[in-house]
């Protein structure tokens, strides 16, 4: 079992749509997450930060559930450039501590 | 703040052949990582450097990877007598500290022939 999955989608959704994104973790030492966004044979870059109090950005909210083991990402008012892959990541503690380990993605097109 | 820069972009060999690839941190990051990204998959974490210090090597490094970041500055990714299977994106990341997010390159893609 990968230590971080996710559905790899695609997710095709129009315009303006709000559209959820779940991620699961079987590390439990993983000491915090993030999302990250990938554009299409581009580097991943940050998107956000995963809190267990929950993460807010303007259309993006991030939400940390460590008893479940479980992240999620919402995406509200869809924009034409919000079509990417977005990468659930956590980052190692204990001896391995600032590895990133990404999940496989889950890929977004937003349509007019 | 130029980013974190890789050389070069893109690099086509033959199998056997070696290559080297260069990673420049973002100036002043003491954190340094290299991970690999085939197709439809995220990245896979290589190995890590604090300053010039490799303190860390996933098993998919194999005996022909070899990594070095011998000033805690620039890093170098070598492999030695590519596979068909080292055919990949190779990314450079950079961070302040272990807890700090990771700003990555754009990557040195890799084809093997």
């Known amino acids: 079992r990968k230590e971080v999955e996710q559905d790899p989608g695609p997710f095709n959704v129009p315009e303006g749509a709000t559209v959820a994104f779940n991620c699961t973790y079987s590390n439990s030492a993983s000491q915090s997450f993030f999302w990250y966004r990938q554009d299409c044979r581009k580097e991943p870059k940050l998107l956000m930060s995963?809190?267990?109090s929950g993460n807010e950005d303007g259309r993006f909210t991030a939400q940390l559930n460590r008893a479940s083991q479980y992240i999620s990402l919402l995406i509200r008012d869809s924009k034409l450039s919000d079509s990417a892959t977005y990468l659930c990541?956590?980052?190692?503690?204990?001896?391995?501590?600032?590895?990133?380990?990404f999940g496989q993605g889950t890929i977004l097109t937003v349509h007019p | 703040d130029t980013g974190v820069s890789q050389n070069p972009r893109h690099k086509i060999t033959k199998r056997g052949q070696n290559v080297t690839f260069r990673c420049d941190p973002i100036s002043e990051h003491n954190r340094l990582y290299w991970y690999r990204q085939t197709l439809g998959q995220g990245p896979e974490f290589l190995t890590y450097?604090?300053?010039?210090?490799?303190?860390?090597k996933s098993r998919l490094l194999s005996d022909r990877f070899s990594a070095e970041r011998p000033k805690g500055s620039f890093s170098t990714l070598e492999i030695q007598r590519t596979e068909q299977g080292d055919s990949a994106m190779y990314l450079c990341?950079?961070?302040?500290?272990?807890?700090?997010?990771?700003?990555f390159g754009d990557g040195t893609r890799l084809s093997i022939l």
């Open positions: 990541v956590g980052l190692a503690g204990g001896t391995s501590y600032g590895k990133l380990t």
């Open positions: 995963v809190y267990s």
């Open positions: 450097f604090q300053n010039e210090a490799q303190l860390e």
């Open positions: 990341a950079s961070s302040e500290t272990g807890n700090q997010p990771q700003h």
